[in-house]
């Protein structure tokens, strides 16, 4: 590796660990602000928190080696993301704020099903804390899988060096800050991101010109096997299914823990509608530089007459090729702050469902506000441990990992939480039917063999919503009790719609 580029990735990794440093010293004394950041997140960092933690090392490496394959028609993935992401402000935002708050002050998402429903068997806080496990620790494995990927590609490590080095930092600012060092970091992470998601595709266009692009995927086209114009078209060399199944990621937002949880940890309901446009416009450019960067990719590479061997490290060679090294060192630290922002949201979502939906309701009722923040740290290191192992397989598809979490999360929560803050006449064993046919549908259709056929998160919502609904409609209605707070509820957040 040359001398800047070290440099630079030295800096950001000293950046990290300060930030970790920081926040260790500012808001961990107890599980509250250990892991809700004692609910007090500015719009700014809300956004950009949001926006970094859900977009994982796949925006930079995963999407933009999807469009080097297919073309522009993988881009109704995040056609798709940007329309689901702004619903998710408008009607998970505002409500999950305020009704956690009223509902017992409910810090995790498992909590908040048990406080919303009055769940005294826990039997809801058991099955989503177990959802939560098993789905975040296979996402965390995408991290470091792109962790691995990226070392082998920039640095000129070994894969398993990767992952370690990747886990390690990550750990290291996670279980020393908590949730307030995950959101700080996210929040420089979104920003470093944003700009090399518009550095690298705008010098990789200059460099080619308009004619040597338009010559270049004519190319790669040809190189290909395939018509004339397909690599730039939203429909071309596609079918209405695979547009639906890509277009279909949108609907993961409303259950996607990582990303809800940044709403209920905003300092006031009025806040979301800045956090909402910050985010939205985040997105967007970002999402459009990851669509850019492998269509661009496509013609460059085929101009020069060579090909990557792994598609999804088209930002890294581009990176390396076109800037100096202390620049390219920026544009690299880019994807590991992509990567980096989701694990560690990830194991601290995981390691709260560990510490307070397992151990404290099943193991220490009584266990104090230091040990359960203890015992946070201690999870955070073993979910990392556990996620590394199940990604040593250096084969294994960024995307395909992702893909696969986020439909899990997105069919067993999403009809749930949207069914929970939206219709009053939710019950406590709808929501459990929901949340288990949410999930046992996804996990199915995995192992059947027909996620290419349709993207698993589609037949998983629409079951888990029938389910929630014709079984809340079966069965008794609520008490009066949750039937008020949901009211209350609704009148908070009017504010932040």
């Known amino acids: 590796m040359q001398t800047g580029t070290l440099i630079s990735l030295s800096a950001y990794f000293i950046l990290m660990l300060g930030i970790g440093i920081y926040a260790w010293r500012k808001s961990t004394a107890d599980s509250a602000g250990y892991l809700l950041g004692g609910r007090d997140l500015g719009p700014a960092v809300t956004a950009l928190s949001a926006g970094a933690s859900d977009m994982s090392g796949w925006l930079l490496m995963g999407l933009p080696g999807a469009i080097f394959l297919s073309g522009l028609s993988q881009a109704w993935i995040g056609i798709g993301l940007v329309i689901g992401a702004y619903l998710n402000y408008r009607l998970v935002a505002p409500r999950l704020r305020t009704y956690t708050e009223l509902a017992g002050d409910a810090i995790t998402v498992p909590d908040f099903f048990e406080e919303r429903f009055e769940d005294k068997s826990h039997a809801l806080r058991l099955i989503s804390a177990l959802v939560i496990i098993v789905f975040f620790t296979l996402y965390a494995s995408a991290g470091m899988v792109s962790g691995g990927k990226?070392?082998?590609?920039?640095?000129?490590?070994?894969?398993?060096?990767?992952?370690?080095?990747?886990?390690?930092?990550?750990?290291?600012?996670?279980?020393?800050?908590?949730?307030?060092?995950?959101?700080?970091t996210d929040f420089v992470q979104g920003c470093i991101m944003f700009v090399a998601l518009v550095m690298v595709p705008v010098a990789a266009f200059l460099v080619l010109g308009g004619d040597g692009v338009s010559q270049g995927l004519g190319a790669a086209e040809a190189s290909r096997g395939v018509a004339a114009g397909t690599l730039s078209s939203l429909i071309g060399g596609t079918s209405l299914l695979a547009i639906i199944s890509a277009a279909a990621w949108g609907l993961g937002y409303f259950g996607q823990p990582h990303i809800i949880v940044r709403f209920m940890?905003?300092?006031?309901?009025?806040?979301?509608?800045?956090?909402?446009?910050?985010?939205?416009?985040?997105?967007?450019?970002?999402?459009?530089?990851?669509?850019?960067?492998?269509?661009?990719?496509?013609?460059?590479?085929a101009a020069r007459g060579g090909a990557p061997a792994d598609p999804e490290t088209v930002f890294i060679l581009l990176s390396q090729i076109l800037f100096h090294p202390l620049v390219a060192g920026f544009t690299l630290a880019a994807i590991l702050a992509a990567i980096m922002s989701t694990i560690s949201s990830q194991l601290l979502v995981t390691s709260s469902s560990l510490a307070e939906d397992i151990y404290k309701t099943y193991l220490r009722r009584d266990a104090s506000e230091r040990e359960l923040v203890t015992i946070s740290r201690i999870a955070v290191g073993v979910v990392a441990v556990v996620a590394g192992l199940l990604a040593l397989d250096p084969e294994s598809s960024i995307l395909a990992l992702v893909g696969n979490a986020w439909a899990g999360f997105g069919a067993a929560f999403g009809p749930v939480i949207l069914f929970a803050l939206l219709w009053k006449r939710t019950t406590r064993l709808g929501a459990l039917a929901g949340m288990i046919v949410g999930a046992a549908v996804v996990i199915a259709w995995i192992l059947a063999g027909l996620s290419d056929t349709m993207y698993e998160i589609v037949p998983g919502f629409i079951a888990a919503s029938l389910a929630t609904w014709l079984v809340s409609l079966a069965t008794p209605p609520p008490p009066e009790s949750i039937e008020r707070t949901f009211d209350e509820a609704a009148l908070a957040a009017k504010a932040g719609v």
């Not at 370690?164 to 700080?184: M, R, W």
């Not at 939205?280 to 669509?291: E, F």
């Open 150 to 184: 990226f070392a082998v590609s920039a640095m000129g490590m070994d894969y398993g060096t990767g992952i370690l080095l990747t886990a390690g930092i990550v750990v290291a600012y996670t279980a020393l800050g908590g949730f307030l060092a995950v959101s700080l």
């Open 265 to 301: 940890a905003i300092r006031r309901v009025e806040d979301l509608p800045t956090a909402r446009r910050i985010n939205i416009g985040w997105m967007s450019v970002s999402l459009l530089g990851a669509i850019l960067t492998g269509y661009v990719a496509a013609a460059f590479f």
